[in-house]
T-cell receptor, first 115, second 115 residues
Framework: ETGVTQSPTHLIKTRGQQVTLRCSSQ?????VSWYQQALGQGPQFIFQ???????GRGNFPPRFSGLQFPNYSSELNVNALELDDSALYLC??????????????FGEGSRLTVL | KNQVEQSPQSLIILEGKNCTLQ??????????LRWYKQDTGRGPVSLTIMTFSENTKSNGRYTATLDADTKQSSLHITASQLSDSASYIC??????????????FGKGTKLSVKP
């Protein structure tokens, strides 16, 4: 157990809808990052939040957005869903210190299917 | 362009046998290299993290090696068990920094251990 929990575990949406995925980070961690993992591929970095501010973003369009709350939990929001958004969405928490990318602790993921 | 290449893409071995997975990277400047184990449909779990000065690191039956000169790493699994069936992902951090966007993920090697 990594202490990182994600919800929901599975969900099905239709094209054009919006979805919110949630992540509770490990106690004491100040950084949350989100990844999209298509079937048979490695995780692709979406963005990272450090102390409630986005401080890194991968090659994803603006319809992918997020939040980090004062308790360091986080949300990933995806608007105008497309079929290609179907994937496993992973959340990872870490304790970032100056000059060092901390060890990542992943949640079990949220499996999104877009029909 | 920073890249992480893993080989083989997939591998089937018999229970009790040893195997070695490869990771080649073109990431520069290099900070650290990580190996993760990911069971199907679940989040990755950290096996090892190695910095520039570390040549080898063990975690039970898993032993990772790093050659920073040739930019190669390997993960050796000894006396394989059925529970070792998973994808093994190599991740390289390109420099000391706070953004998780500096982590470059490989696509993984899918290992199947048969009885």
């Amino acid at each position: 157990e990594t202490g990182v929990t994600q919800s929901p575990t599975h969900l099905i949406k239709t094209r054009g809808q919006q979805v919110t995925l949630r992540c509770s980070s490990q106690s004491g961690h100040n950084t949350v990052s989100w990844y999209q993992q298509a079937l048979g591929q490695g995780p692709q970095f979406i963005f990272q939040y450090y102390r409630e501010e986005e401080n890194g973003r991968g090659n994803f369009p603006p319809r992918f957005s997020g939040l980090q709350f004062p308790n360091y939990s986080s949300e990933l929001n995806v608007n105008a869903l497309e079929l290609d958004d179907s994937a496993l969405y992973l959340c990872a928490s870490s304790l970032a210190r100056q000059g060092y990318t901390g060890e990542l602790f992943f949640g079990e993921g949220s499996r999104l299917t877009v029909l | 362009k920073n890249q992480v290449e893993q080989s083989p893409q997939s591998l089937i071995i018999l229970e009790g046998k040893n195997c070695t997975l490869q990771c080649n990277y073109t990431v520069s400047p290099f900070s650290n290299l990580r190996w993760y184990k990911q069971d199907t449909g679940r989040g990755p779990v950290s096996l090892t993290i190695m910095t520039f000065s570390e040549n080898t690191k063990s975690n039970g039956r898993y032993t990772a090696t790093l050659d920073a000169d040739t930019k190669q790493s390997s993960l050796h699994i000894t006396a394989s068990q059925l529970s070792d069936s998973a994808s093994y992902i190599c991740v390289v951090s390109d420099h000391y920094g706070g953004s998780q966007g500096n982590l470059i993920f490989g696509k993984g090697t899918k290992l199947s251990v048969k009885p």
